[in-house]
């Protein structure tokens, strides 16, 4: 069988969600943080860990969904402060030594995103006699911040030392000396937000952090910006390091919830868009607009409502089996497929069906999908993606890492057509993409052009060796 991992429906995997937490009155903080990783689960469902704070660290990590690994007991703990982090893993399998928060001495950190230089990095903080735990990318931020503040420098003079160090996308959260402090790469490619009330200030990946604390939104931290929060809830702020804006495109096509809000826009609004955008760019003839479940729903809504095509929910997910299974061959992946995905036969059976997905990597699961819908009796499928042709890997936190697994990379539109058995296809343009996610985002994937020298060069590097360059 093997080491390799396959995901139950080609779900794109992201490195993880973090959530912090500090009270105004110290007050004990770990039911809201509770509250936080549970609203960020679907960014990481493989492990999760938590670090509390009143003067001295108390920790938390395991396996599996958070309500498995936090207990009453964690609950309970009087600490007013806390980072936390829910986690996947990209290696093919995910142990307690590379699950955040990282410790070292007074400090502790976790992050959301992937270095692209870390294992440079770590040869060199192994050189300097650093011991690593694990493989987890948060262990050379921890170590490069304590390598500086050991020697009496400021969380800011650390976290300008670590920026200027690293490549990548990083949005970190920690805890040092009584303070709560957060930061961001300078191009902000990975989301970070935050936002107080009378009794806490919380800092999460995402707003609905936020919301199932009934705190109000304040806003995005912004890139190359340092957030410290003092021991009465004090926020101070200052630019480290800035550059251009490079948001990740796939926070809004894939990863975020619809009713989050990151980067000031509601991911909602977002799809919503690219729905509309799609169906200017194409339309067609047909009965039904499908999406595929879940975070297509809301393009396709706007598909239907720009194009006047009844919306139908066609595809029925199960929510009671796992998201990740360990799948030998494809017989077994398909048989996959239709464990976590069913359609409603009386719903498409001799219809048109445009069949709505926010984007194709390796294609196997879109094809077992327009399979099923095929043999449920549609007479036609119009395939549309909010997403253009992923050609590129990502070196930034998304787990498409190679060239060959791409689809898009190695096969032209009509190409890639025949293959999934559809009777259309048309991906969204990189206008009506950037139209709808703003300017200000980073498409590595789809353009090759990435924001950092070292993403660039890895890009090369494997382009090179995949002989396709």
């Given at each position: 069988m093997g080491n390799a991992r396959f995901t139950l429906i080609e779900e794109k995997k992201e490195e993880c969600g973090v959530m912090a937490a500090i009270s105004k009155n110290k007050k004990p903080i770990a039911e809201m943080l509770y509250r936080g990783m549970l609203a960020v689960q679907h960014r990481g469902q493989d492990a999760a860990g938590l670090v509390l704070y009143n003067g001295s660290f108390y920790k938390k990590k395991g396996l599996?969904?958070?309500?498995?690994?936090?207990?009453?007991?964690?609950?309970?703990?009087?600490?007013?402060?806390?980072?936390?982090?829910?986690?996947?893993p990209t290696t093919p399998t995910c142990t307690l030594s590379d699950v955040?928060?990282?410790?070292?001495?007074?400090?502790?950190?976790?992050?959301?995103?992937?270095?692209?230089?870390?294992?440079?990095?770590?040869?060199?903080?192994?050189?300097?006699?650093?011991?690593?735990?694990?493989t987890v990318d948060s262990e050379v931020i921890l170590y490069l911040m304590s390598e500086k503040l050991e020697k009496g420098a400021s969380i800011a003079e650390a976290?300008?030392?670590?920026?200027?160090?690293?490549?990548?996308?990083?949005?970190?959260?920690?805890?040092?000396?009584?303070?709560?402090?957060?930061?961001?790469?300078?191009?902000?490619?990975?989301?970070?937000?935050?936002?107080?009330?009378?009794?806490?200030?919380l800092v999460c990946s995402e707003s609905v952090g936020l919301d199932i604390n009934g705190v109000p939104y304040s806003g995005s931290?912004?890139?190359?910006?340092?957030?410290?929060?003092?021991?009465?809830?004090?926020?101070?702020?200052?630019?480290?390091?800035?550059?251009?804006?490079?948001?990740?495109?796939f926070e809004y096509v894939y990863f975020s919830r619809p009713d989050s809000i990151i980067n000031d826009k509601l991911v909602d609004s977002v799809r919503m868009e690219l729905g509309k955008g799609l169906a200017k760019e194409a339309p067609a003839n047909a009965d039904l607009v499908i999406p595929i479940p879940d975070t297509a729903r809301s393009a396709a809504l706007a598909y239907s409502r720009e194009t006047g095509i009844p919306y139908a929910e066609g595809l029925i997910k199960n929510r009671y089996v796992g998201r990740t299974f360990i799948m030998p061959d494809q017989k077994s992946r398909i048989n996959a497929v239709r464990m976590k995905l069913n359609p409603i036969k009386a719903t498409v059976e001799g219809k048109?069906?445009?069949?709505?997905?926010?984007?194709?990597?390796?294609?196997?699961?879109?094809?077992?999908?327009?399979?099923?819908?095929?043999?449920?009796?549609?007479?036609?499928?119009?395939?549309?993606?909010?997403?253009p042709p992923i050609v590129s890997p990502c070196f930034y936190g998304v787990d498409m890492p190679t060239y060959?697994?791409?689809?898009?990379?190695?096969?032209?539109?009509?190409?890639?057509?025949?293959?999934?058995?559809?009777?259309?296809?048309?991906?969204?343009?990189i206008e009506g993409l950037k139209k709808a996610v703003g300017e200000d985002s980073?498409?590595?994937?789809?353009?090759?052009?990435?924001?950092?020298?070292?993403?660039?060069?890895l890009a090369r590097e494997r382009k090179d060796g995949y002989g396709c360059g």
């Open positions: 599996g969904f958070v309500s498995e690994i936090v207990t009453e007991e964690d609950l309970k703990q009087p600490h007013w402060i806390g980072i936390s982090q829910t986690r996947y955040q928060p990282s410790i070292s001495g007074i400090l502790a950190v976790a992050h959301n995103g992937h270095l692209a230089n870390y294992g440079a990095l770590r040869k060199e903080l192994e050189g300097k006699k650093y011991v690593f735990r694990g976290t300008r030392y670590v920026m200027e160090k690293i490549d990548g996308a990083y949005s970190v959260i920690g805890i040092y000396d009584g303070k709560l402090f957060a930061f961001r790469d300078p191009h902000a490619i990975r989301p970070l937000v935050y936002g107080e009330n009378n009794e806490a200030v931290v912004g890139p190359g910006e340092l957030f410290v929060i003092d021991e009465k809830g004090r926020i101070s702020t200052e630019s480290v390091l800035k550059k251009e804006p490079r948001h990740c495109m048109r069906v445009v069949l709505i997905d926010d984007s194709i990597v390796r294609g196997t699961t879109i094809r077992e999908i327009v399979s099923m819908i095929r043999r449920a009796g549609a007479k036609e499928i119009h395939l549309r993606i909010t997403s060959e697994e791409l689809i898009a990379n190695g096969k032209k539109i009509e190409e890639i057509r025949k293959y999934l058995g559809v009777d259309s296809l048309h991906y969204i343009s980073c498409t590595g994937c789809l353009t090759g052009e990435y924001p950092t020298k070292e993403a660039t060069r």
